[in-house]
């Protein structure tokens, strides 16, 4: 293998940064990537890659990185996820591409000068259309109501509560989640009162991941899955981050303890004296109390 890709120095700050596996999983994306479009064959089906993309399997990704399969798979849905990489599978293999390839591994142009330059050109054009707009808004200004007013007040209100993180008081029922908007504030909220820290949200990543989550298992089942997931024991999650894109990927699983109420916290101590644990020989894997009082 030839070449070269390039690291921006914000990977220093990012979250990926501070996982030594998660960092390893995505540099090894990186330099998988094809840099210019190819064709590879695959068994009998000939795939033609675009700059960005490459060809892997969960075992020859794990052989690789010198990971077990369902660990590499993991951190490779965890990319996914936090949109840095979008996956496309079937029964055979899986084509991998890494988002916004062309801007950051783009060999024309400086990184830092494609900044500067859209930086410029969009301070120049925001001062053309602010020179228009003013004249617009004293106009406007004479034919605002009392009404206008109030409902900028309002959205006003509501951009401040997203983002300091505010909720309604409906804590843990999934009540005040009504879009999502409200899980990811919700979210936050709890977050802060587990950990004592605030949640830094990624206003638009968390939404769009919470706006799928919503549509899926609703407020109400939703609300149950944050709790579970920020107090259960994981030391993955504790390692990858305990985000919203980590909620997702641990999604399935945590649909099914809400709603088998297998979490700890869903059982009355009070009420249970003994609790015997049957197990399945083939997979020495508990299934299920054998027992309650």
Known sequence: MHGWIKLHRQLLENHIFQNEKLLKVWIWCLLKAAHTGRAQVVGRQKIQLEPGQFVTGRHAAAAELGMA?????????????????????NNKFSVVTVVNWAFYQGCNENFDSKIDNKSKANGQQIDTINNVNNDNNVKNKRNKNKKSVSNKDDETI???????????????????????????????????????????????????????????????????????FLSEDDNWADKAGRTVGILKVRANS??????????????????VTHVTFVANPAWDIPLRPASYK
């Not at 798979?73 to 990489?85: G, H, M, P």
């Open 254 to 271: 945590l649909a099914l303890k809400a709603t088998q109420h297998s979490h700890p916290d869903l059982i009355n101590k009070e009420h």
């Open 158 to 228: 509501k951009a401040q509560d997203a983002r300091s993180g505010k909720v309604d008081e409906e804590d843990g029922t999934g009540k005040s989640i009504k879009n999502a908007r409200d899980a990811v504030m919700y979210f936050s909220s709890k977050f802060e009162e587990k950990f004592g820290l605030k949640y830094s949200a990624s206003w638009g990543k968390d939404a769009k991941l919470m706006k799928e989550l919503l549509e899926t298992y609703g407020s109400e089942l939703l609300a149950k899955m944050i709790n579970i």
């Open 69 to 89: 399969p369902s660990t590499t798979w993991d951190y490779l849905k965890l990319l996914e996820a936090q949109e840095c990489i979008s996956i496309k599978s």
